[in-house]
Nanobody, 126 residues
Framework: QVQLVESGGGLVQAGDSLRLSCAAS????????MGWFRQVPGKEREFVAY????????YYADSMNGRFTVSRDNAKNTVYLQMNSLKPEDTAVYYC???????????????????WGQGTQVTVSS
């Protein structure tokens, strides 16, 4: 069991950077697989990034094109999403998610994550 709270969203200009944080409660954070997803009203929730429990493996959606970086600090029970060169198309609610068992085939699907934060709004203006 884990509880997640995202922060760091806001209104920025195209080309700017943001770092989102996801703070987790619970004593077993280091055992959880963590993912970032985003969602625009009327569209399905989209996979953004994944990081393994130890932080040793990461995966990104192809559409991120090297602009986003996921990391974690298990000592602080926190996972981060560094977003650079933001575009208006990045505007969405960003969600942090956790699960205790994922594979290469399942980590990209929102339905496979059991725990979710409340989301944080990112708005990129042109």
């Amino acid at each position: 069991q884990v509880q997640l709270v995202e922060s760091g969203g806001g209104l920025v200009q195209a080309g700017d950077s943001l770092r989102l944080s996801c703070a987790a409660s619970g004593r077993t954070f280091s055992s959880y697989h963590m993912g970032w997803f985003r969602q625009v009203p009327g569209k399905e929730r989209e996979f953004v990034a994944y990081i393994s429990p130890s932080g040793g493996r990461t995966y990104y959606a192809d559409s991120m094109n090297g602009r986003f970086t996921v990391s974690r600090d298990n000592a602080k029970n926190t996972v981060y999403l560094q977003m650079n060169s933001l575009k208006p198309e990045d505007t969405a609610v960003y969600y942090c998610a956790a699960d205790d068992s994922l594979t290469f085939l399942t980590l990209r699907s929102a339905s496979n994550y059991d725990y979710w934060g409340q989301g944080t709004q990112v708005t990129v203006s042109s």
